[in-house]
């Protein structure tokens, strides 16, 4: 059974900082790449950053600069260091793991709320 422990989100003030975390229990081995996703009511969801173990990272064009993932395999851990947020970055944030035979599987999401 997969397990993703997802902690971080919160409400921050526009141009503020959060970081959130994703904690994994499967084999790294077996792991395409993990990231981080995200969803707003009434929209798809849509990538905001992956990495693979090898700390290969693919970013949403619209977010580079502002954001950074990053991975601890010691720890099993990924991270996304979000910077200069604003009220757009508001949504629920989920984070994914994609193994080597392509099944993805997803966190429970944690709340990011950007208002002042």
């Known amino acids: 059974q997969v397990q993703l422990v997802e902690s971080g989100g919160g409400l921050v003030q526009p141009g503020g900082s959060l970081r959130l975390s994703c904690a994994t229990s499967?084999?790294?081995?077996?792991?395409?790449?993990m990231g981080w996703y995200r969803q707003v009511p009434g929209k798809q969801r849509e990538l905001v950053a992956t990495?693979?173990?090898?700390?290969?990272?693919n970013y949403a064009d619209s977010l580079k600069g502002r954001f950074i993932i990053s991975r601890d395999n010691a720890k099993h851990t990924v991270y996304l260091q979000m910077n200069s947020l604003k009220p757009e970055d508001t949504a629920v944030y989920y984070c994914?793991?994609?193994?080597?035979?392509?099944?993805?599987?997803w966190g429970q999401g944690t709340q990011v709320t950007v208002s002042s």
């Open positions: 990495i693979t173990p090898g700390g290969s990272a």
């Open positions: 499967t084999n790294l081995f077996i792991i395409r790449t």
């Open positions: 994914s793991e994609r193994r080597r035979d392509d099944s993805t599987y």
